[in-house]
């Protein structure tokens, strides 16, 4: 069956260190996303893709970095410049990149914990 | 600009008790308009969606209208049960947005 799959499911990195989650999808979407989610909150824009080799800043990439070097990935970076990155991390896939009333594909999410 | 507005949560019910979330957008254009829901420490899940004014969408005894008259699109269920407990997100998308507007999500607590 075609998904997006996130991992790790949880992660725990000491403060000050990089950390990359990985995002995988086999839907053949070209559009692909990530967003944070903290407790009781709604979902925040890091970065999306339209397509293989760009990417575009969302609402608060600030101390992210992603890349698009291939179709089915479109992995996520914390650096150590992300003043507060507890939280839940989602990535979801879109075949027209939402413009069309398709929605989005969402994986399961990873859960890191700086400590 | 785009945007969703959502009812504050949390929405508190008996099992068996009629739902209501509401959803009101502010887009240019006709947008399509979708519901996900989040069960705990899981992501998104497709709920239902609706590409034009007056379609109705449903799943799992969940329906929701879109109204282009009052620029709505709540969700509804009969009869609720506790594992209907999750936050369900109204969106929106259309030609030239690049990306879905969420709201800010709603939490349904169901108890027995």
């Known amino acids: 069956d075609g998904g997006i799959t996130q991992s790790p499911k949880y992660l725990f990195r000491k403060e000050g260190q990089n950390v990359t989650l990985s995002c995988e999808q086999n839907?053949?979407?070209?559009?692909m996303y990530w967003y944070r989610q903290d407790p009781g909150q709604g979902l925040r824009l890091i970065y999306y893709?339209?397509?293989?080799?760009?990417?575009q800043k969302g609402d608060i990439a600030e101390g992210y970095s992603v890349s698009r070097e291939k179709k089915e990935s479109f992995p996520l970076t914390v650096t150590s410049a992300q003043k507060n990155p507890t939280a839940f991390y989602l990535c979801a896939s879109s075949m027209d990149g939402g413009f069309d009333g398709y929605g989005y594909t969402f994986g399961s999410g990873t859960r890191l914990t700086v400590v | 600009g785009n945007s969703v507005t959502q009812m504050e949560g949390p929405v508190t019910l008996s099992e068996e008790a009629f739902l209501t979330i509401n959803c009101t957008y502010t887009a240019t254009g006709y947008p399509s308009l979708f519901w996900y829901v989040q069960y705990p420490g899981e992501g998104l899940q497709l709920l239902l969606k609706a590409t034009k004014a007056d379609d109705k969408g449903s799943n799992k005894g969940f329906e929701a209208t879109y109204r282009k008259e009052t620029t709505s699109f709540h969700l509804e269920k009969g009869s609720v049960q506790v594992s209907d407990s999750a936050v369900y997100f109204c969106?929106?998308?259309?030609?030239?947005?690049?990306?879905?507007?969420f709201g800010t999500g709603t939490r349904l607590l169901v108890s027995p």
């Open positions: 839907l053949n979407h070209d559009a």
């Open positions: 969106a929106l998308s259309g030609w030239g947005f690049q990306k879905l507007v």
């Open positions: 893709s339209q397509i293989v080799n760009d990417f």
